[in-house]
């Protein structure tokens, strides 16, 4: 219990209980705060998530209606969040895994072992030479040659797929509690960027996070390799257990 002397019964506390909002004025970070009856959740699971961050049960939600839908998400929701949920669960008792990410949602020709090769100079200038030798190993060279330099464009394909299976977007005016101890997201990240156009550029978030425990990271089955990245080169993941980009009042 605490303190009667804390003013946490009538006024914020926590980091960034308090803001500005646009117009200057002072308030206070309320997350889905006044939600109706229908926009408060319970979730266990990926697509239970999905859904209660979409606001699927909310009167104004229809689905393939873009502003009916964006009505939703904007409105106060609260979640309760029960045990261990997986942003790599396709629902049916699997879990994507690299292969998977090759062809769901679109297919892709990205390999990592190719995606390597493609850095090794020596290797492209002997396949170049076998090419402009010609003889009976030309074809295969030069399929070969174009399949590697095609390999980051592959890349990023491939990278999207697997972001389109594991990214929660969290809208605006929302307030996400773990229940118990155990709450946990392992293979998946929250993205909070209300100020994207997915959220018509919303500028003040509103968020509430709370009580969760969180992988460090997801796996990145596609990183990228940047050669420019410190003296030797390094490889960069894309993601993290949260990201927040571009939004306010989390």
Do not use: C
């Not at 396709?90 to 020709?109: E, F, I, R």
């Not at 293979?187 to 968020?207: A, P």
């Not at 420019?228 to 927040?244: E, F, T």
């Amino acid at each position: 219990m605490a303190d009667e002397t804390l003013p946490v019964k009538t006024a914020p506390f926590g980091w960034a209980a308090q803001y500005k909002d646009v117009e200057g004025t002072a308030a206070a970070t309320t997350g889905g705060e006044g939600a109706r009856a229908e926009s408060i959740y319970v979730v266990s699971s990926r697509q239970e998530l999905k859904d209660a961050l979409s606001n699927v049960r909310s009167p104004n939600y229809l689905a393939g209606d873009a502003t009916a839908e964006l009505a939703a998400k904007l409105e106060p929701k609260i979640i309760y969040w029960v045990g261990t949920i997986r942003g790599d669960d396709l629902g049916n008792g699997s879990y994507a895994d690299a292969t998977y990410y090759k062809t769901k949602p679109n297919k892709t020709t990205f390999d990592f072992d190719l995606y390597v090769k493609a850095f090794d100079k020596d290797y492209l200038e002997q396949l170049q030479a076998t090419i402009d030798a010609g003889g009976a190993e030309a074809t295969a060279a030069q399929a070969e040659l174009s399949l590697l330099k095609k390999q980051n464009d592959q890349r990023s394909q491939y990278a999207n797929n697997q972001k389109a299976q594991i990214q929660f977007q969290v809208p605006p005016n929302t307030t996400i509690l773990g229940v118990g101890e155990d709450a946990r997201l392992e293979e998946g990240y929250l993205s909070i960027n209300t100020l994207s156009h997915t959220f018509n550029k919303t500028d003040n978030s509103n968020i509430i996070i709370r009580n969760i425990t969180f992988q460090a990271a997801p796996r990145d089955f596609a990183p990228a390799w940047d050669a420019g990245d410190g003296a030797s080169g390094n490889w960069n993941a894309r993601y993290d257990a949260v990201s927040i980009n571009a939004s306010k009042n989390v």
